[in-house]
């Protein structure tokens, strides 16, 4: 507790960049880790413990999921570029407006994505072709899992809070304490318990309940301009007005491309429960490898949205660069590392043999294209960070929904061949470099205004 309590803030307007960049990431990356962490004991746990039906179910709920969680954490970007911003300008006034204005806002999604949540299992998951073996596990899960959604929101607003201050640090501290609480109680209602997929679901409730208090109790207890003072919650309309700005295509875009997904999964549902388990069991990894690009494009973020607060946009161009340069280099070992240990790793998942073999399959095709996603999601962050949330929006909802949608639609037509299904997730993320690319270009941070580099004017 003492060193959660220690935890302090940064100023990236100052200092070494590539000192700066990795202070920030190396713990969000950890902490992504652990997040990543939680339904992946369950995956484990399950497909171990109990059956390859329930591996599937576990698995094939994860678009259906992050369809509400990837809407809620786009309006935490939002937040966090605000105050972000607020915080390089050093506007102390306009940070605790924005502080308290998005957890009054996040309490009351709570209750609307709970409800929202219970409506949607039955008929999300009828739409995905989920087979019948598979069902009643797969609306197990999802049912508890949604009615216990609110201890995840709630993490997700504490720690964009602290993270767009700078600091990454004590929301690891959380994940590592919700991780350490997602384990124990997975292992005790799985395998001492014997509750099956339910144990599973309620064991990562309970995990994210933990994170989402932890992370309300340390900014009641901040001192600083950004800390909860439960008093003073209220709704600033021109601070939602700024937040929604950025937040909500963030969601949409996030929330949209889940749902593109699901068409994705309803694709491999079509080869059956070990197909469904083996896509499972490469979506997991799949996370994993994707943390480094994720922790470094939050960090370009935060950095680009205090040097553009503060006026410093060649500063922080120079931290798009660094950032870009990390995260080719650090996905790049990681993509080989999975395609020479494809197999030991999706045998983590299960060890039947007609799982491994669909897992191993996916890896081993997919893993050569992650190198795109460093592009895509490094240009992302840089222009969420000087405001200008709708250009990725745009890009990844055709990138990801409309032209992975005609792929699919096309690739089915032509013999609806495995290998060519599980090529859209690469389609899509070429796609979404090349137009990510085009538009960061023409963004303030790569044209200069005719007055010449040094300090200059935010403009999105």
């Known amino acids: 507790m003492r060193a959660i309590l220690s935890g302090r803030d940064a ?14 990431a190396l713990p969000m990356a950890i ?17 171990q413990f109990v059956s390859q039906q329930a591996l599937a179910a576990v698995g094939t709920t994860g678009s259906i999921c992050n369809m509400l969680v990837g809407f809620s954490a786009g309006l935490s970007i939002g937040s966090g570029v605000i105050i972000s911003q607020a915080y390089g300008a050093h506007d102390h006034q306009k940070l605790h407006d924005a502080v308290q204005t998005s957890i009054a806002v996040t309490l009351i999604l709570s209750v609307l994505m709970t409800a929202l949540g219970l409506v949607i299992v039955d008929p999300m998951l009828r739409f995905m072709n989920t087979p019948e073996d598979v069902f009643p596990e797969a609306q197990t899960y999802l049912t508890i899992y949604f009615a216990g959604l609110s201890g995840l929101l709630l993490y997700n607003i504490g ?21 350490v609480a997602n384990i124990a109680s997975d292992l005790l209602f799985v395998v001492v318990f014997g509750m099956g997929v339910a144990g599973a679901a309620w064991a990562t409730i309970f995990s994210q309940f933990v994170s989402g208090i932890l992370v309300l109790y ?13 008093r003073h919650l209220s709704i600033r309309m021109d601070i939602l ?3 929604f700005a950025v937040g909500l295509p963030s969601g949409i875009q996030q929330a949209i491309t889940s749902f593109s997904n699901v068409f994705v999964q309803s694709y491999t549902n079509y080869f059956g429960s070990a197909a469904m388990a083996g896509w499972a069991s490469y979506n997991k990894l ?3 490898i994707n943390v480094p690009a994720q922790a470094i494009s939050m960090g370009a973020s935060t950095f680009v949205a205090q040097n553009a607060g503060a006026g410093q946009l060649p500063r922080a161009k120079k931290g798009v660069r660094t950032s870009l340069i990390m995260s080719v280099s650090i996905s790049a070992v990681l993509a080989l590392l999975a395609v020479l240990f494809a197999r030991q790793a999706i045998s983590l998942f299960s060890p039947e043999e007609s799982v491994i073999r669909f897992g191993v399959f996916f890896v081993q095709l997919i893993s050569p294209f992650y190198l795109f996603t460093c592009f895509t999601q490094t240009y992302s962050g840089a222009l969420r960070g000087i405001g200008n949330a709708k250009a990725p929006m745009y890009i990844m909802l055709f990138s990801y929904v409309l032209f992975r949608q005609i792929y699919l639609f096309t690739a089915k037509q032509l013999g609806n061949d495995l290998t060519a299904i599980s090529l859209a997730y690469p389609v899509g993320w070429i796609m979404s470099t090349f137009l990510h690319y085009l538009v960061y270009r023409r963004s303030s941070l790569c044209v200069q205004p005719k007055d010449g580099p040094g300090k200059t004017p935010l403009r999105t």
Do not use: C, H
Not at 31 to 46: A, C, P
Not at 218 to 230: C, D
């Open 11 to 24: 100023d990236m307007t100052r200092g070494s960049i590539p000192g700066l960049l990795l202070r920030f």
């Open 31 to 47: 902490g992504l880790l652990l997040q990543q962490l939680y339904n992946t004991v369950d995956t484990i746990v399950v497909g």
């Open 159 to 179: 720690s964009a809070i602290l993270r767009a201050v700078g600091d990454s640090t004590r929301p690891l501290f959380i994940l590592i304490a919700a991780s």
């Open 218 to 230: 340390l900014l009641t207890r901040e001192k600083s301009s950004y800390g909860i003072r439960w």
């Open 241 to 243: 007005k700024k937040i």
């Open 286 to 288: 799949d996370a994993y």
